[in-house]
């Protein structure tokens, strides 16, 4: 299928940032190409001293100049993954680009599609005098992939619309309103050791399970590998009295821990007992998951541990891990299969004479947020441990009366025949920064953009008349939005 005059214009400007490095971290040379466009293009562009954010603003067409004013958002990044055997400096080197049956890839590269495309839409807007539209405001962020710094510390001051379209999705035809702000919560038990007084050394083993992504999964009723350990290590301690020299579960806070183990010493007398225990819990976890999730336990006779840690601490760990929820917190009635706020008991660890309790809360409504945090600090503080939260970030809260969504939805409906699919994420995008820095701007914001897939791996590929596509709903969007 051949592209509109305006999809070809946006692919050569996609294939022309393709040219230029801009892993994250290093986003200079993009950044000093959109402001000399700026400039050939008589256009008003600044660079953020403090985030490298990019800033670009365009007058309204005639007629227009009293709408109110719209930002176009994106982010100036990429991820820069290569196939093994590729030899490419992702620091100095174009990509290789490659087309088939419409879809556009890089030749063992990321292509940087995301989000690429919004540059390359902003540049065609910018460039052009064709196309109807309020006043612009283009941002461009740094360290999306990574650290979100460019969306977490840009200056409000900069931008004065109150209408934003964030052009980072990758889905057509899909809207996204909301997103899921977090927060990382740990815990920390401190116990004494002591040498073992039990001479059978046993280490239970959690595997087999899914797990997944703590925002993009919760919902699917996977098992969790360090609640299932500690309601096994709970029927253990009761029937046989042992004594813990180890507990340790998942490896990154943001997803499902799919893994566990923990090591013991029992009486050796209880060795028959402790296999036929083992085998019962199995049965009974796999009948309690369904066809959701399956996992398997298994046993090792013997570990590498010398110590163990004192009786008070362990009865301490197994019911902080107990009383800990992990799962759903809130769903929405408003959105089908949409989760308002979640919590994930991703990791514990023990280190030196300390166990590492971390979780990971989400929620797209900020009072959610903070009332699983005190849940988990009411439960810190009845077992006198340890306790703090980091890595705060805001969420974009579903807005009940959108004008921005309504118009958008009957454009699309009016377009396309269809009316387009409205989703919320349970996970932090850029846009919980912009809604929480621009809401004195009564910001109201949406999120779209084309078929992509593969993002993040060599694998990735953009939808070329897809992108064409999108391009002239977001067109047509700006015209309607007088």
């Avoid at 996609?14 to 040379?29: D, L, M, N």
């Avoid at 807007?125 to 196309?131: H, T």
Wanted: net charge negative; glycine share 6%.
């Amino acid at each position: 299928m051949q592209l509109s005059k305006n999809g070809q214009i946006v692919m050569d400007w996609f294939k022309e940032i393709t040219k230029i490095p801009r892993c994250s971290g290093e986003e200079a040379g993009i950044s000093e190409f959109l402001i000399k466009f700026a400039k050939d293009n008589n256009l008003e562009a600044f660079i953020e001293e403090t985030t490298g954010n990019v800033i670009i603003k365009k007058n309204a067409t005639k007629d227009y100049e009293n709408s109110k004013t719209v930002i176009l958002q994106g982010h100036l990044d990429m991820v820069c993954e290569k196939n093994q055997g590729i030899v490419h400096d992702f620091s100095k080197d174009a990509l290789k680009l490659t087309e088939h049956e419409g879809l556009l890839r890089a030749t063992g590269t990321t292509l940087g599609a995301d989000n690429g495309i919004a540059i390359a839409y902003a540049l065609t807007i910018l460039s052009s005098d064709e196309f109807e539209h309020p006043p612009i405001e283009v941002i461009l962020t740094t360290e999306e992939e990574t650290s979100m710094k460019g969306a977490e510390f840009f200056n409000p001051q900069n931008l004065k619309g109150s209408r934003l379209l964030n052009l980072d999705a990758e889905e057509e035809g899909v809207f996204y309103i909301s997103s899921a702000g977090g927060i990382d919560h740990h815990m920390y038990l401190d116990f004494k050791k002591s040498k073992p007084s039990l001479d059978s050394k046993y280490k239970v083993l959690i595997s087999g399970l899914k797990g997944g992504h703590s925002g993009s999964d919760i919902h699917k009723e996977r098992g969790n590998s360090i609640k299932l350990l500690a309601r096994t290590l709970a029927e253990l301690n009761s029937k046989f009295n042992l004594e813990l020299a180890d507990f340790n579960g998942g490896s990154k806070i943001n997803a499902i821990p799919r893994e566990a183990s923990c090591a013991f010493y029992i009486d050796k007398s209880f060795e028959s007992d402790l296999n036929k225990m083992i085998k019962e819990l199995e049965n009974l976890y796999n009948n309690e998951m369904g066809s959701a999730d399956s996992v398997t336990l298994s046993i090792e006779k013997n570990h590498e541990f010398d110590a163990v840690m004192d009786k008070e601490s362990t009865d301490k760990l197994i019911n902080v891990l107990l009383l800990i929820h992990s799962g759903i917190d809130h769903k929405s009635v408003d959105i089908e299969d949409f989760v308002i706020s979640s919590q994930n008991l991703g990791v514990v660890k023990f280190e030196d004479n300390t166990v590492i309790i971390s979780n990971s809360l989400r929620s797209s409504i900020k009072s959610l947020k903070t009332a699983m945090v005190q849940k988990l600090d009411i439960i810190a503080n009845a077992f006198n441990l340890r306790f703090e939260s980091e890595a705060d970030y805001p969420e974009w809260q579903y807005k009940p009366n959108s004008d921005l969504r309504d118009i958008a939805c009957k454009l699309y409906e009016d377009l396309t025949g269809n009316k387009p699919i409205i989703k919320a994420i349970h996970a932090g995008l850029e846009c919980g920064f912009f809604a929480d820095a621009l809401k004195n701007n009564d910001i109201d914001i949406l999120s779209f953009g084309p078929n992509m897939d593969g993002v993040h791996s060599p694998d990735e590929y953009l939808d070329i008349n897809s992108a064409d596509r999108v391009f002239g709903f977001l067109v047509e969007l700006l015209k309607t939005l007088k």
